[in-house]
């Protein structure tokens, strides 16, 4: 099989259920930006804590049923779609190392150990992620969960970058004013 097809040279592709549509196209835009996040993620596994690269495993998987949910205008009962049980999981990680951290009393910047500093920049991939999805959902009919997904994913990203700062001993800053 070749990787390559042609199909896209004029500026459209194939969604899931084989439509064509613009490379331009909200959907297109939301679910490239979610692939856009997992290569990122990608890139910070692994972070040297087991714990926390499981849990970035886990979430690269749920991004890729994310991407094949928001491809599929259609879906049917057997396609992957973005689930409740999915957003659980990650509250679920989010309290786990979160009873791990100092509360916070003031913004942090978005800075810290290599592996911290992809993580909060890929928390700030997986807003932009979410922005595009709800601007989708405003024109087209999506599954609502994708959304609760990416936007309770930011919240675990920013959880997981202030986690690997710590264990890294690195110290958070707070920005001046």
Same mark, same amino acid.
């Given at each position: 099989m070749k990787i390559y097809t042609g199909r896209g040279d004029e500026g459209m592709t194939d969604l899931r259920d084989m439509s064509r549509v613009?490379?331009?196209?909200?959907?297109? #835009?939301?679910?490239g930006t979610v692939d856009e996040l997992n290569a990122l993620l990608g890139t910070v596994r692994p972070t040297g804590h087991d714990d926390v690269d499981e849990h970035l495993a886990a979430i690269q998987n749920h991004l890729h049923v994310a991407q094949a949910d928001l491809a599929n205008p259609d879906p049917d009962e057997d396609d992957p779609v973005v689930r409740d049980e999915h957003t659980e999981e990650l509250e679920a990680m989010i309290d786990s190392f979160d009873d791990e951290l100092d509360p916070l009393e003031q913004f942090i910047l978005p800075t810290?150990? #290599?592996?911290?500093?992809?993580?909060?920049h890929a928390r700030t991939v997986c807003r932009r992620a979410e922005r595009r999805t709800v601007a989708l959902a405003a024109d087209q009919t999506i599954n609502g969960e994708a959304v609760q997904y990416l936007?309770?994913?930011?919240?675990?990203?920013?959880?997981l970058a202030r986690v690997v700062n710590k264990r890294d001993g690195v110290r958070e800053e707070n920005p001046e004013y």
């Open positions: 613009s490379k331009t196209s909200a959907r297109i #835009e939301a679910y810290g150990s #290599e592996k911290g500093s992809r993580l909060h936007n309770r994913l930011s919240d675990a990203l920013f959880v």
